[in-house]
Every structure is written in C-alpha cells, then in structure tokens.
C-alpha cells in the first residue's frame, strides 16, 4: 500500500497525562518522525477518562495511562513502571544528605497533587503508599494545567509533589530540589493503550 510506504504522508494521534510521560515516549516518537519525515503526529493531553472515551471514539490511535485503568476491551502493551521523586523546597539538610528519603520524612507537609479524576491510579498509589508506612498526610488537590505549575506550587512552600522519576530530566524549577524516594515511594505502571483491532502500519511502528 503506497499510502503506508516509509516516509509515505500518515498520521499518529497518541494521548498522555500531564503527570506521567516517562521519557521513552518522546524518545519513541521522535525517533519515529525521523524514519518517517512525512508523518503528521498529533499529541494531546487530557485525564485517563477522556483519554480512553477518545479512543474508544476513535479521536485517538493509542493513549498512555497508569494503570490500574478501565481498560476492558483495550489492547494493552506494557510501557514499564516508573520511580517516584519527591519535589521539595526545604527539606531539612540532615534529610537531605541521606537521600533516597522515605515517606516518613516527607509527611509532615502538605502533598500536592493533580485532582484525583485526572489521574486515579498515580493519586491512588500515593495514598496507598504513605498508609504502607502509617502516615495519612494532608492532600491538596490543585486543578492545575500542568507539572510546571505543580511545581511552581512547591517553589512558593505551599507543599511537596511526588513526581515520576523522568520529570527532572525534563523540567527545572527554580526553589526545587528533587530527591530520590527510597523502596517506600510509589511506583507508576503505565501501558499503551490502543483499540482491540488489526493496528496500522504505522501505529505497529510506534508500539
């Protein structure tokens, strides 16, 4: 099919969470442009419900999301488990030296974190994780619009951000420090997610 040949004009429309993008993914889809210059690629961001009713509707060819999602009637393909970090902006120094820290040394403050409806698997996984160690810190929901925000909140001390570990590698705030959560920090399982179907060429290409 001419249509579908390398380099050939195609589309790829993929989905993502604010709070989740693992590096691999850009890594992924930038290597992807490269053997295919033509390719019309078409990001778009939104929670795990509108990601999924999008492709389920078909606005979308694949979307990434934490998992545990409703994902019945999905095709699944494992895209691995993500560390966490904690975003801080004074953290005690004796704290500090000895990172990776535990979630014991991060309880006492505020933990700020995207609304629950955007992303229930990575709010849930940080509940569950700081109760795995017998603290029920504050939560502090924030309709934010993005990580960068997230993290401007944490640079003006209204909290600390538990962020997936590849957000460093992407972001910087000025005022935060990012450190390494020890075996007691929650991990972030992700898959991408595509229609029970025979998938395209290029869609077969990117997964």
Known sequence: MQGWQRGSRSRLRVGYLVDVLPTALPMTLSALRARRPALKLELRSGSSTELLDDLRAG??????????????????????AEATVAAVS????????????????IAERPILTFPRARNPAFYDSIVAAFHAVG??????????????????EVAVGSGTAIVGASVPERITTPGVTFIALDDSGPRLP??????????SPILLEFL
């Open 90 to 105: 004074a953290l005690p120094v004796a704290v500090r030296s000895r990172a990776p820290v535990g979630l014991r040394d």
């Open 135 to 152: 603290e029920a810190p504050t939560i502090d929901e924030l309709d934010l619009a993005s990580v960068e925000r997230l993290l401007l």
């Open 59 to 80: 606005r979308l060819d694949a979307a990434l999301v934490s998992l545990p999602a409703p994902t019945d009637g999905f095709r699944i393909t494992d895209a691995g």
């Open 190 to 199: 992700s898959a991408v997610v595509t229609r029970d179907e025979t998938p």
